[in-house]
């Protein structure tokens, strides 16, 4: 396969799914009139989870960024293997691919619970389906929680490739189960630990992309899109990213 089409199908597919499956999640949990209703944080977390686990496997054709942040640490980190053919030059397109993704499986999440976000009349919980929220607002400090979260997920992404530097060739697809299974459990981990002052956006295509189609779509009660907050997913993730992938670089760890 030619290497932008590797690009464009891991990054979009992969992406696609993560949203689909995670903030599917969280529309089961938070809509009225599901079987999920009230499921709890812990759910969400572990939805969240087992969704990055899936989309990293299914999408490992690209190298399964899934995410503009991992993408910019990789960079700085200067870890051509990362990317298809090795080539930097492809970031741009990983990007833009990782938002197209992240917006049309938001999409399908709001067709799928189509009745339910007619019946849903709390703002605050069809935002949550779409994008995050902190508990108390205060920018400061959610931007530093996201920092945090995310250079957290970013040492976890550069641990699976020591292990897959560790690993024989002829075990890659072996390499690529347990990669899976690590990021997994480590945004599984993320969640519970780290993600409950803000949601734990921890990816900025995962939220600005929904928030985006939450402003689109015609949902009856849906309220605002809060784009006051919409830069600290962003911009939290982007500098967790950067400085952990500044610390792999300087420490040359794989």
């Not at 299974?181 to 630990?193: D, E, K, S, Y």
């Given at each position: 396969m030619p290497e932008v089409a590797q690009v464009i199908v891991g990054e979009l597919v992969g992406t696609f799914l993560l949203i689909l499956l995670g903030n599917g999640v969280v529309a089961n949990v938070a809509l009225r009139r599901t079987l999920g209703n009230n499921g709890g944080w812990v759910a969400v977390s572990f939805g969240w989870g087992f969704a990055v686990g899936i989309a990293a496997l299914l999408s490992g054709i690209s190298g399964a960024h899934l995410n503009p942040a991992v993408t910019i640490g990789l960079l700085i980190a200067n870890k051509h293997g990362a990317f298809v053919a090795g080539k930097f030059v492809y970031a741009p397109l990983y990007i833009v691919m990782q938002f197209l993704g992240a917006m049309l499986g938001q999409l399908l999440v709001y067709l799928a619970y189509f009745k339910q976000y007619q019946t849903t009349i709390e703002k605050d919980k069809i935002l949550a389906t779409f994008s995050t929220k902190p508990v108390n607002r205060s920018y400061g400090w959610n931007i530093v929680t996201e920092i945090i979260a995310t250079f957290v997920l970013m040492l976890i992404v550069a641990g699976t490739m020591v292990i897959k530097n560790l690993m024989s060739i002829p075990f890659t697809g072996f390499n690529n189960v347990t990669t899976a299974?690590?990021?997994?459990?480590?945004?599984?981990?993320?969640?519970?630990?780290l993600g409950g002052p803000t949601g734990f956006a921890i990816n900025p295509a995962r939220d600005l992309g929904p928030r985006i189609i939450h402003a689109i779509l015609p949902i009856k009660s849906k309220g605002t899109s809060d784009w006051q907050y919409s830069w600290v997913p962003c911009v939290g993730p982007i500098i967790g990213a950067a400085l952990a992938g500044g610390l792999v670089r300087l420490l040359n760890i794989f």
């Open positions: 299974i690590i990021l997994a459990i480590g945004v599984t981990v993320i969640g519970l630990g």
